[in-house]
């Protein structure tokens, strides 16, 4: 899992390993992967899906400073408004009060949602990449300072690239 919740949605088909979201049995795993409430995900498995594509769009759209599509922006508004805190009043010691009530079942997704929106505001367009293994299909918000990252993660495809060009050399110079 790397360090946003909406990013992790959009890389959870990553071609070495298959797709979480095709099973209910994979997306349970990777909900509890996320920190993520796993109880009656079951139903909302459809949903993950359709907000994973709607995420990897605006994922594009934000690279690129492209206008999202209004659909993929009313989803997330939806699973916003789901899960956004409800005043509510109530009687406590003798007195009226307005307590926040979160709405049961918005879930995960509405989590996810929350997360995007949040980042949304603030994002820099040019550290969001695609990982540069042309095999790689994740992507990813780079955080480091200087803003040099190039891959998903050193461990899958920095190692192997580097192996590669390791490799490559080597070969080179023994033909040579
Ligand atoms: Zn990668």
Redesign the pocket.
């Known amino acids: 899992m790397g360090s946003r919740l909406w990013i992790d949605l959009v890389n959870s088909a990553p071609a070495a390993l298959g797709d979480f979201l095709a099973t209910d049995d994979g997306w349970h795993r990777w909900l509890r992967a996320a920190g993520l409430d796993a109880g009656a995900a079951d139903a909302m498995r459809p949903q993950a899906l359709a907000l994973r594509e709607t995420l990897a769009r605006l994922f594009e759209c934000l690279r690129t400073g492209s206008k999202p599509k209004p659909a993929d922006i009313e989803r997330v508004n939806d699973l916003l408004a789901a899960g956004a805190p409800q005043p509510r009043l109530a009687w406590r010691g003798g007195a009226l009060v307005v307590e926040e009530h979160r709405p049961e079942g918005a879930g995960p997704l509405a989590a996810i949602a929350a997360d995007f929106a949040d980042f949304a505001a603030r994002h820099e367009p040019a550290r969001l990449r695609h990982?540069a293994?042309p095999e790689?299909s994740?992507v990813f918000y780079d955080t480091a300072r200087n803003g040099t990252r190039r891959?998903?993660s050193m461990a899958?495809?920095g190692n192997r690239s580097k192996v590669r060009s390791h490799r490559l050399r080597a070969s080179a110079v023994s033909e040579g």
Request: with cysteine.
């Open positions: 990982c293994n790689c994740l891959w998903c899958a495809c």
